[in-house]
Each structure stands twice: as C-alpha cells, then as structure tokens.
C-alpha cells in the first residue's frame, strides 16, 4: 500500500473523493508519523490528536454524504476538506496553547480562533497542532525557541531555519502536505529553502492577521508552505482575503487562479514563454555559498531554456536593507511586546511593586533574541535617537521599495534570486554572533520592507542539502508567482533531485536518536 | 551614530520593563553596539528630500459598521489572568494610598 504522507494534498483530496481513503486514515498516518519522529525533530510543541481525529470524522461525514449526491456534489466540496494541516504556534486556536516560542505565553489559552483558524476550520482542514519557531518569530534558525531547537529532516545536527522552522520541518518530514508560517523578513522562504519545500509570503495586507501574535507589524504577513506549488496556491486561497478585524487586510481580489494552476507538465511549462524577470546583481551576496550560487544561476539557465528571458537587473539600495530592517522591525516589535506585562496572561513573578513586578516578569519571560531586539527598538524610538534611527530608516525603505517600483515600471513579471545565502547550518553555527544570524535573511528581507510577494520554490542540492529558489513580484501579483514555481516545478519534474527526499528520515524515527537539545548539549560541551 | 556605554544599557532595559542580570548586562553592551556599527552605513545615505515609508500599501481612513458584539466569555479571558477577584483581573496597586 502506498504511504499515504508521502502524497501532495491534491493526490489526498483525489482519494477522499473517490472513497479510496478516508480523511482518518489520513490524520492517522500523519499523526503517527509525527509522534514517532517528534523526539528527533522537536518541530511541533503540542499534537492534538484527539481534536484532530474528530475534525477527520466529520470531514469523512461530509464527504461520504457527497459521494451519495453524485459528481456534482463532489465537485461542490472545498480542496481542503479532510487534509492535515499544521499551525505556527503563533496562530490562535480556541482552546489550545499559543506559546509564539515564549516562556512568557506558557499556559495562556487562546480564548478565541484567528481568522485563518475560522478560515481553515470552515474549509473542513483537519489541524493536527501547532508547530515550534523562534520565540516571537524572531530567528533564522528556531534555535531561539524556548522549547529547544527543531531539527532539520535533511540533517538532524542542522538547523531548518527558521522562525517558520517547525512548519517547514513538519511538512519536509511527511508529517502534513501543508502548514501555515508567518514572515516578517523572511520567516517562511528561508527555512522552505532550508528545508526543501515551496514557501510563500504574500502581499503585505493579502492574509488576515487577527489572531496572530505581532512581530513587526509594517512586514508581518501570514503564508503557505506545501511541497509543491499547487498545494499552497490551494492553502492561500482559503486564507486570503479581507478580514474587517484585520483593518490592514485588503479588499483586492483574491484570484481564482490560485486553485487553477495547471496540473500537466506541459501547459504549467509553457506558461514561462515569453516572461521578463529580473536577475537582482546584489542578491549574489557577498558570503553567498559557491553551491548556492552554482544551483541558482543552473535554474536561471533552465528558465531561460524554456523560454523565458532573463536579465541582469539591479536593486542598489539592497546593501541598506539589513541596517533599515533591524531598525523597523525591532522598533515595531518593541511596541508590540509592551503588551507582555505578566497581568492578564502568562506567567507572573510578584516581586514588589508594579515596576519591580514588570521587571521581574519580562526579564525572566523573554529570551535572549527578545531581548536584544526590545532593546534595539526601544533604544532607536527613545528621545534623541527618533530621527537618527528610526525615521532615518522608514526613509531608506522608501528607497529600497522605489528599486523594486522602477523594475515593475519596466515591465519585468517578476524577479528571480537565491532566497538563503547558504544552505542549513550547524547548530550553534551563528548563535554566538547575532548579526551572522540576521545576514541569513539578507536575500528575502528587502521584500518585507517593500511589502511585496514572494515565493522560495526548491532548486537542488548543495553539499546534499536543499537550495531554494526565489520568486518575486509586484504587489498581489501571488498567482503570477504561483505560475512561475509551478512552471519551474513542470521542467524540472524529472531531475534526479526531486525524487530525492530528506536523507536522515530513518535517523529521525528512531527512538533512539537524540532529541535536538540533547545534540547541542553535546556541542557546547565538546 | 552613538555608542551605547554600560549605564546607557541599564537606562533602555529600564525603559523597555526587562529586568536583567549583570552577565546580560555586560553580553548586551558588546552585542547592541556591534549591531549599531552595522546601522552606520546609512549615515552615508542622503535621504533629506525622501520622505518616511511607515506601511506599503494603500489603504486610508478603514472604517468599519460600529455593530454591538458579543465580547468573549468571561470565564475564558480571566482563565488566562494570574489572579482575579470575581469579574476583576487583580492588578498590583499603581498608587500609594488605597
């Protein structure tokens, strides 16, 4: 019998519909798998599988009911009826833990779905639980979590990236074909690419973020990640769209083509005749690994086989983007974080007065990353340093966002570029010096900062380990993308890569393996 | 642009309400002012005639129907708080007197 997690939610959504398989049966194999493998990876902090079991059965009811209808009731059911799905622990489920990564959320309940959740549940996914990230979502690497480090399926002593790390992990490791990030500076593409899968940040204002714990709130933005294109076009489409509780979600369309890319090889590859992207010449990173490099410009060629046109294009305020994104966004995240006061939620350590209680509560909450980040943004917001800092850097973005607004001008349909300078680190690799960590994001946060979509799409091994691709485009422009990824999924289909899957599964599923903490014990040690 | 000395540290980690040790104090201090060199090179950028980017998309003035709702039960929301006092949160006092 085949392995049912082995499949892409379309293939599953095909066999609920025929009766072949059953919605529990599917969220038993993904379950299963994720609970054996958990202890290896740490990629989700709570799996849920009573609730889980439960949303499978009434999906199978409803499937079962449509199948005595006839075709045209089973043409009427949503694509994501009866699919396992996974949640970054930053999304609010009625009901369940909403850590964000942070002892200081530890045992708050959200009391209330997010609008993703409502959007989900409505859809008829089955949400197996919530998966690790860097506290705050504040990382590249889900090393600052403060429920230890999630490892990466492609290599258990590296990291996925992160802060989506979990979800990228859960969905490389078969333990769901789908799985929801947020990204902020690039928080969904980098651990995709890190991890080999397909992942998209959409349009700034494209998804509704009540219900989500705030990073920065001028760039967080909620995404997809599948292990092909069409599986998460499918997932943006049902959480996309205007949300009056999110009043920066926008009222743009959301596009149909999103659940319509093209299933044949053929039609999806002839869909990149003709395109004009843009290859940015400072995406190619000083640092950038000669591998990563190598597979990026060999996916650029492809491109160009299949007819695209491809032209050296540049971007020349992106050597700014690193200094203006750890200004906003700490600033931003500074503001948000105030909320955190230990009074209504969360744990709270009485130790006098109010002061000395906020003290007490925030200095023992947050972790490390948190805090050089509070830091950072209070310092650049505080008197005196206003305009040296922080509107300095909002004019800087204004420039970093006229870069990309004089290429659409141009007329090019998208950019194409490396999305992670390197492929998984070691972990530990870039702890010790924060800002080798925040240059893993170099190639992704200057679309947060001009509110732009992108995709990270696979493009290969280097050193054996995945490379992503990334592709983006001007404002809503998500189906466009989708376009390219699959089009670049369809002529590669056959390369000796993509049958290749993530090489330390095995490792992972044995009991004996040691969790990731474990492994970075024995480094700091050694 | 500036340095931040030991006590400058101390005063943004008092504005910020994080209480910290003297180790993160001391680790702090090496960190944020390796991260501020970083932010130098925009000094080099001019930008006097560019104005500031606080969001990128074009949405003015969102208003919505000022309908009464349900707020969420009371029982889920003090569930989360640490302390509570019937319908209360309690709250450490902000004020000398009671």
Known sequence: MTDLTRLRAHEMAALLRSGESSSRELTEAHLAAAERDNRALNAWLTIDRERALGEADAADARLGAARGGGSAALDRLRPLLGIPVALKDLVSLKGGQCTAGSRILEGYRAPYDAHITERLRDAGAVILGKTNMDEFAMGSSTEHSAFGPTANPWALDRVPGGSSGGSAAVVAAYHAPLS??????????????????????????????YGIVAFASSLDQIGPLARDARDAAALLHVIAGRDERDSTSSPEPVPAALTALPASDDAAAANLRGKRLGLPREYFVAGMEPGVEARVREAVAAIEAAGATVEEVSLPHTDYGLATYYIVAPAEASANLARYDGLRYGPHHAEGDVLANYLATRGRGFGPEVKRRVMLGTYALSAGYYDAYYLKAQKVRTLIKADFDALWAQGFDALVAPTSPSVAFRFGARLADPVAMY???????????????????????????????????APWSEAELFGLARGYEAITASADWRSLEPTELALAADPATQAPAERVRALTIA | MATLSRSGVEHVA??????????????????????????????GLPTDDIPPTAQTIELENILRDDIVRPSLPLEDVLGNAPAHDGAFIVVPAILDER
Request: with cysteine.
């Open chain 1, 180 to 209: 929801i990030g947020t990204d902020t500076g690039g928080s969904i593409r980098q651990p995709a690419a890190l991890c080999g899968i397909v992942g998209m940040k959409p349009t700034y204002g494209r998804v509704s973020r």
């Open chain 2, 14 to 43: 008092h504005l910020a309400r994080i209480g910290l040790t003297d180790e993160e104090l001391t680790r702090l201090e090496g960190q944020l002012n390796h991260i501020l060199e970083q932010y130098e090179i925009l000094s």
């Open chain 1, 439 to 473: 240059l893993s994001d170099a190639c992704t946060l200057p679309v947060n900062m001009a509110g732009l979509p992108a995709i990270s799409v696979p493009c290969g091994l280097s050193e054996g380990l995945p490379v992503g691709l990334q592709f983006i485009g």
